[in-house]
């Protein structure tokens, strides 16, 4: 992960000078960050008025009120957690473009809750790419967890319905569902995963317990328009911030949860099953600024 703001002691000595490029400077090096210039703005209004309010002359304090400003920002009101169902199987809807660690990020999140004694299983939903299969069926070897898969190119409306059925007839406590990134065009694609979705809430008979969105971090600012076209199509529940380790900006979430409203719930950084762990605003806000 690449420092937020890079270079915040080398503007300071435009504050005492000429405050408003300074206020300008940091805007810009927020948004180079890849925070929109809306959620920028909404950071820098709270920090000008708290700097003006205290007659504030100390960098340090600038920087620990924008510090503040960023965690106010990525807080969730208890809506971090992931939703387990009273009436399991609980059930995770993994969607995402192509390519970000949907089915990486699956294998984590099976080993994460296979420590904890449940009974997990990864439904490939994925048919677009046979390769996916060989992917998921990889990792459920490994993990020796139950996997549902069907044919290339079938419907994976019947892998899903298959996948918590039998879910449901082994006293599984948790499914997970990997789905295809790619589709001819992003219609067809946000098509199935309504379908998926409805299969899903029909078998267990309530709202899919989490839609959570992958989110390759180091995508930059599309990354919010790929969460706004999947929301707008399913009412995501929550993001997974992927290759965090990599040279990645990390402002992204600040955005998508600033714009969106969509708690980051997830965070992998690196390769290996354990690279995986709850989303902490305070811990995430102090790594993107040391
Ligand atoms: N360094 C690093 N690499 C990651 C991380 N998460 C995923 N990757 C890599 O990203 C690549 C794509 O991961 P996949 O999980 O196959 O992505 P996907 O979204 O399932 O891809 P498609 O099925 O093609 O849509 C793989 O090479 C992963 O090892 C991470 O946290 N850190
Ligand atoms: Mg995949």
């Not at 703005?41 to 008025?49: P, Y």
């Not at 139950?146 to 082994?170: I, L, N, T």
Request: proline share 2%.
């Amino acid at each position: 992960m690449q420092k937020l703001i890079k270079n915040l002691s080398y503007i300071w000595n435009k504050f005492k000078n000429d405050r408003k490029s300074f206020w300008d400077e940091l805007e810009e090096q927020m948004v180079t960050s890849d925070i929109s210039i809306n959620t920028a703005s909404r950071i820098l209004e709270e920090v000008k008025d708290y700097v003006y309010r205290e007659n504030i002359n100390n960098l340090e304090k600038v920087k620990s009120s924008l510090k503040q400003q960023i965690i106010e920002i990525l807080k969730c009101n208890g809506d971090s957690k992931l939703n387990i169902s009273f009436r399991p199987p609980t059930v995770f809807l993994i969607v995402g473009v192509n390519g970000v660690g949907k089915t990486t990020s699956i294998a984590k999140l099976a080993n994460m809750f296979k420590k904890n004694g449940k009974k997990v299983l990864i439904s490939a939903a994925d048919t677009y790419r046979s390769a996916a299969v060989e992917q998921i069926q990889y990792y459920a070897e490994i993990l020796g967890m139950d996997m549902v898969y069907h044919q290339k190119f079938s419907d994976p409306g019947a892998v899903v319905y298959d996948s918590v059925e039998k879910a449901k007839a082994r006293g599984t406590d948790l499914v997970i569902i990997d789905t295809a990134g790619r589709m001819q065009t992003s219609y067809n694609l946000m098509e199935e995963l309504k379908k998926i979705k409805k299969v899903i809430c029909r078998r267990i008979d309530r709202e899919v317990d989490e839609i959570l969105l992958v989110v390759d971090s180091t995508t930059g600012q599309n990354a919010r328009n790929q969460a706004e076209l999947f929301n707008n199509s399913l009412n995501l529940t929550g993001i997974i911030l992927t290759k965090t380790d990599s040279t990645s900006k990390g402002g992204i979430v600040i955005t998508i949860k600033n714009d969106l409203n969509i708690p980051i719930k997830l965070v992998t950084n690196g390769e290996k099953l354990e690279d995986i762990c709850y989303f902490d605003p305070v811990r995430f806000t102090e790594l993107i600024f040391s």
